[in-house]
C-alpha cells in the first residue's frame, strides 16, 4: 500500500510518523543543492542526507529496519522538489511492498 507523508511548503520542517508500524522521524530542509532528508527510527539514524530526487527511492538499503520505498513523486512533470512545492507538487511517498 501507498501512502502520501504530509508536508508543508517550508524550507526546514520535522514530521513524525507511523510507517510499517515504526515511529519514524523526518528531517527536510532545503539548501542550495536540492532538497535533502534525515530519517531516524527510534531516534537511531536509518537515512542522514538524502538528496531527495524525483521517483528515486531514498531508503536504497535492503538491510535497512524499514521495509519498503520512500519517495518523491511530481506531480504535475519530472522535476526534483524544491520547497515550496512540497505536500502540494512534490509528494513524499511511503510503499509499504503489501498488495
Given at each position: 500500500?501507498?501512502?502520501?507523508?504530509?508536508?508543508?511548503?517550508?524550507?526546514?520542517?520535522?514530521?513524525?510518523?507511523?510507517l510499517s508500524g515504526r515511529q519514524i522521524s523526518l528531517?527536510?530542509?532545503?539548501?542550495?543543492?536540492?532538497?535533502?532528508?534525515?530519517?531516524?527510527?527510534?531516534?537511531?539514524?536509518?537515512?542522514?542526507?538524502?538528496?531527495?530526487?524525483?521517483?528515486?527511492?531514498?531508503?536504497?538499503?535492503?538491510?535497512?529496519?524499514?521495509?519498503?520505498?520512500?519517495?518523491?513523486?511530481?506531480?504535475?512533470?519530472?522535476?526534483?522538489?524544491?520547497?515550496?512545492?512540497?505536500?502540494?507538487?512534490?509528494?513524499?511517498?511511503?510503499?509499504?511492498?503489501?498488495?
Amino acid at each position: 500500500m501507498i501512502y502520501s507523508i504530509p508536508l508543508q511548503p517550508v524550507p526546514a520542517q520535522s514530521v513524525t510518523c507511523a510507517l510499517s508500524g515504526r515511529q519514524i522521524s523526518l528531517w527536510l530542509r532545503q539548501l542550495s543543492t536540492g532538497v535533502y532528508l534525515d530519517v531516524r527510527m527510534n531516534g537511531q539514524p536509518l537515512i542522514m542526507g538524502a538528496l531527495c530526487l524525483n521517483g528515486v527511492d531514498l531508503i536504497r538499503n535492503a538491510a535497512s529496519l524499514l521495509p519498503g520505498k520512500l519517495y518523491f513523486t511530481d506531480t504535475q512533470g519530472n522535476e526534483d522538489p524544491y520547497y515550496d512545492g512540497v505536500g502540494e507538487r512534490f509528494i513524499l511517498n511511503y510503499d509499504d511492498g503489501a498488495a
